[in-house]
């Protein structure tokens, strides 16, 4: 283990199974954050590049200065499926009072979004979809 980490720094990991920790190891693992690596080149290994940065616990207590809010899942807005853009999303946003929470989920990555859209042009049916909606817009 110790030569392949010497010459091997990145794993290839779904994300999935750090997001999993937290539940599977309840009593080690306070949250899990998965960052995607700010790269310079845009290619088919660096839009897929990320940080996971694991919380583990402190004996029996919160780590200070964190605050870790739960969002039921019926209380996450889906970018996608509301139809959101930057706009949209920075209004929203400015609406909020300065203590309210908002949980948004599915929004696409700059880097992946085009591969994302020609996959889903494969399924029955999407292709007529994407034809009618300005998808290359969500790209700005």
Not at 69 to 93: A, H, N, P
Request: charged residues 30%; proline residues 4%; hydrophobic residues 35%.
């Amino acid at each position: 283990m110790a030569d392949m980490e010497r010459v091997e720094r990145e794993l290839l990991v779904d994300p999935a199974f750090f997001t999993a920790l937290p539940s599977r190891l309840p009593g080690l693992v306070e949250h899990v954050e998965i960052l995607p690596k700010k790269m310079k080149a845009t290619n088919e290994l660096s839009c897929y590049r990320y940080a996971a940065v694991v919380h583990v616990k402190q004996k029996g207590r919160r780590q200070k200065g964190q605050q870790i809010r739960e969002v039921k899942g019926e209380d996450w807005i889906d970018f996608t499926k509301r139809g959101l853009d930057r706009k949209s999303l920075r209004q929203q946003l400015s609406a909020l009072s300065s203590s309210s929470i908002i949980a948004v989920s599915n929004i696409p990555y700059s880097k992946t979004i085009v591969s994302r859209y020609l996959v889903e042009s494969l399924d029955d049916g999407a292709a007529e979809k994407l034809c009618d909606q300005d998808w290359l817009s969500s790209l700005e």
